[in-house]
C-alpha cells in the first residue's frame, strides 16, 4: 500500500554541510569542490537508477553540469552559515514503475522550477525503499542570468500603508539622523516566500497531489496526519535502512517491533469500527421497518375511521359529502356502544386479533433484526479474536527464534572457552617439555 513521506530540510554550513558534496552523494557522481580543492566521489552507489537537472527561466544553460550548478551557489554563499539548499526527500510509491517514477518525480522538480528554483533530482531505486532526494537552490535568479538576493531591508509601514518614524525613546520625536535627515522604521524583507511554514504545508500537499495522479482511488495518500483527517489510528514511525538490515539478518529491530505493535493495534481499532458500523446499520433498518409497521398502522385506523364517519360537509365546509347509501345510517353513541358491548359478550374480537397480528410481525421483524446484529457481532469478535491468536504465535514464534540465537552465542562461547583452554594446555606442555 501506498506511504506518504516528504521531509524538507535545509542543507546549510552551520550543519557542516557542503552543496557539492550532497550533490555527489545523491546522484552517485564524482565532483570536485572548487573551493575547498576535495573531490567528492560517490560513483559506486549502485541504487542509482536516474538524475536530472531542471532549471529555472532566468538560469544559465551551463548550470545544466551538476558541477557547475553547486559551486555556483558555494561562490555566491559566502557567510559560513550560509543555507546553501533546500531538500526534499520523497517516498516513492512501490505500485508505480520506474519509468512512472520517473514522470512524478520529473513534474513535482518542476513545479519547484517553475517557482524560480534551478532543482537537481535523484531516484535511488532500493528493495522496498523507494525514494527520491530533490534539491532546490535558495536564492532567485535574476533576468540577467545573475544570482539575486535572498533578502533586502526596506521601510516597515503601518496599516495605512504609511512609513513608520523612528522615535528618540527621550523626547518621544523623530529621529534625525545625518544632513537632517528623518529616520523610518526598516524590516527585512524576503525575496520570496519560500521560508515560510504556509510554503512548507503547500508543497507537502502538492506531492500528495502528483502522487495521487498516478494511484488507484483505494491506493490514495494524504498529507495530513491521522488526527487533522479524523482518522483513528496510531502512526507508524520511520524504520530506516539500518533496522530493516537488522531484520533481514535474522534480529529483532526496536523499530520495526514498535510498528508491528502500531499495526495489530490499528487492526483492532478497525475490528471495533467495523463492528460498531454494523451494529448502527442494522439499528437503522429497525428503526425504518418499525417505522413502516407504524405507518401502516394508522393507515388501517384512518381508513377504519373513515367508514364510520356520517354524511356531512367537506373540508371546505360548504358543499354537502354525497352520502352512501351502502352503509348503515349513522347510529347514536348508546347504539354504538351497546354494539360493542354486543360483539364483546359473543367474542367477536376480530379487530383484537388484527391488531395481535400485526404486533406479532413487528415482533418477528425485530427479532430477525437482533439475530442478524448478533451474527455480525460474533463474527467480528471470531475475527478480532482470530488476529489476537495470530499475533500470540508470532510472538511465541519470535521467542523462540531470540532462544535459539541464546543458545547458539552460548555453545559458539562453550567453544572459544574450550579452544582457548586447548591452546592454554598446549602452551604449558610445550614449556614443561623445555
Avoid at 437503522?284 to 377504519?304: G, S
Amino acid at each position: 500500500m501506498a506511504i506518504y513521506h516528504c521531509s524538507i530540510k535545509n542543507i546549510s554550513r552551520s550543519g557542516g554541510k557542503s552543496a557539492v558534496a550532497s550533490a555527489s552523494y545523491r546522484a552517485g557522481e564524482k565532483l570536485e569542490d572548487r573551493e575547498t580543492g576535495l573531490t567528492h566521489d560517490y560513483t559506486n552507489k549502485k541504487e542509482v537508477a536516474y538524475t536530472e537537472i531542471i532549471l529555472c527561466e532566468n538560469a544559465p544553460r551551463e548550470y545544466q553540469d551538476r558541477e557547475t550548478l553547486w559551486n555556483a551557489v558555494e561562490e555566491v554563499e559566502k557567510q559560513s552559515n550560509a543555507r546553501l539548499a533546500r531538500e526534499w526527500e520523497v517516498a516513492l510509491p512501490n505500485e508505480l514503475t520506474l519509468e512512472q517514477s520517473k514522470e512524478l518525480v520529473r513534474g513535482f522538480a518542476q513545479s519547484l522550477a517553475d517557482e524560480g528554483m534551478c532543482v537537481d533530482m535523484a531516484i535511488h531505486w532500493k528493495d522496498g525503499n523507494h525514494h527520491a532526494h530533490i534539491m532546490g537552490t535558495t536564492r532567485p535568479i535574476k533576468e540577467n542570468g545573475e544570482w539575486g538576493q535572498k533578502e533586502k531591508k526596506a521601510y516597515k509601514l503601518d496599516e495605512n500603508g504609511q512609513k513608520i518614524p523612528q522615535l528618540d525613546p527621550k523626547t518621544g520625536e523623530q529621529k534625525i539622523g545625518a544632513r537632517g535627515r528623518k529616520m523610518w522604521e526598516r524590516e527585512t524583507v524576503e525575496a520570496n516566500d519560500w521560508n515560510k511554514s504556509e510554503k512548507v504545508e503547500e508543497w507537502r500537499e502538492r506531492w500528495a497531489e502528483h502522487c495521487n495522479r498516478y494511484l488507484e482511488k483505494e491506493q490514495q495518500i494524504d498529507h495530513r496526519s491521522f488526527e487533522r483527517q479524523g482518522i483513528e489510528r496510531i502512526p507508524t514511525i520511520h524504520e530506516g535502512h539500518v533496522a530493516r538490515e537488522l531484520e533481514q539478518k535474522g534480529q529483532t529491530s526496536e523499530r520495526c517491533e514498535m510498528n508491528r505493535d502500531i499495526m495489530a493495534a490499528n487492526a483492532q481499532l478497525s475490528a471495533l469500527e467495523h463492528q460498531q458500523s454494523l451494529f448502527t446499520r442494522l439499528l437503522e433498518q429497525l428503526r425504518e421497518k418499525l417505522k413502516e409497521a407504524i405507518n401502516e398502522r394508522l393507515q388501517r385506523l384512518r381508513t377504519a375511521r373513515t367508514a364510520d364517519e356520517p354524511v356531512g360537509r367537506n373540508a371546505d365546509g360548504n358543499r354537502p359529502v354525497q352520502a352512501d347509501h351502502s352503509r348503515p345510517a349513522e347510529r347514536s353513541v348508546e347504539e354504538r356502544l351497546s354494539a360493542l358491548r354486543s360483539a364483546r359478550a359473543s367474542g367477536n374480537t376480530e379487530p383484537r386479533e388484527q391488531l395481535s397480528e400485526q404486533s406479532a410481525s413487528i415482533g418477528e421483524t425485530v427479532g430477525e433484526l437482533l439475530a442478524s446484529a448478533r451474527a455480525g457481532i460474533d463474527s467480528a469478535t471470531a475475527k478480532e479474536q482470530d488476529s489476537g491468536a495470530s499475533r500470540a504465535d508470532r510472538e511465541v514464534q519470535r521467542e523462540r527464534l531470540n532462544l535459539e540465537r541464546e543458545r547458539k552465542a552460548k555453545e559458539a562461547e562453550q567453544r572459544a572457552r574450550a579452544e582457548r583452554e586447548a591452546r592454554k594446555a598446549r602452551s604449558r606442555s610445550f614449556d614443561r617439555g623445555r
